[in-house]
């Protein structure tokens, strides 16, 4: 059986990917729409796949927020719809709210963006800044709570698991943990 095309839903996207990310659906999946910000300030539109257990991990990188979605293997693996521009123009960045508020304290966004900029600085010392991901991804798991959620963080050459507890090396963790096909060094 086809499953169904949610494409034609535009102004409920985010809204569905929000209430299908916290329901109580575990080992089901849905289509739904994702949205994605262009450069011309549009939205462009395509359908991908959201599969329990939902995954974030604790990483940093330079102008980011600390925190990231895992893609499920569906979700890797689907091919993105050609989709068309909505032609509604995005709002101003300072009337977006800010992205993870409706999960997570403003406190810890706080926290999670300066441990993000203090990994960017010259002279970082990484083991600490290393811990301190740890305990981060400590806290967003108490916040977001174990039902369906898992919280990543990386640690030398190791991949860990908050709830519940696991460890994967970091050149593997992709396709032990996740499923992800292993890609050749020419792709």
């Not at 959201?50 to 990188?61: A, H, K, N, Q, S």
């Not at 009337?95 to 508020?101: A, I, K, L």
């Not at 810890?108 to 301190?132: F, T, V």
Request: proline share 7%; with cysteine; aromatic share 10%.
């Amino acid at each position: 059986m086809a499953e169904p095309d949610w494409r034609p839903r535009i102004g409920a996207v985010l809204d569905a990917v929000a209430r299908f990310a916290l329901s109580p659906l575990a080992g089901r999946s849905l289509w739904v729409n994702d949205v994605h910000r262009a450069d011309a300030g549009h939205r462009f539109i395509y359908a991908c796949r959201v599969t329990e257990p939902r995954r974030v991990l604790i990483g940093w990188d330079y102008g980011a927020r600390g925190i990231w979605w895992v893609l499920t293997k569906e979700a890797k693996e689907a091919p993105a719809s050609p989709g068309h521009w909505s032609g509604t123009p995005l709002s101003r960045w300072y009337d977006r709210p800010r992205p993870w508020s409706d999960r997570l304290s403003g406190e810890l966004l706080d926290d999670l963006q300066a441990w993000n900029d203090a990994c960017a600085a010259d002279g970082a010392d990484a083991p600490a800044l290393q811990e301190r991901g740890r305990e981060l991804a400590i806290q967003v798991q108490d916040e977001l709570g174990t039902d369906g959620w898992e919280v990543l963080y990386q640690i030398d050459g190791q991949m860990f698991r908050v709830h519940p507890p696991g460890s994967w090396p970091v050149e593997s963790w992709k396709q032990e943990l996740l499923g992800y096909h292993s890609r050749s060094p020419a792709e």
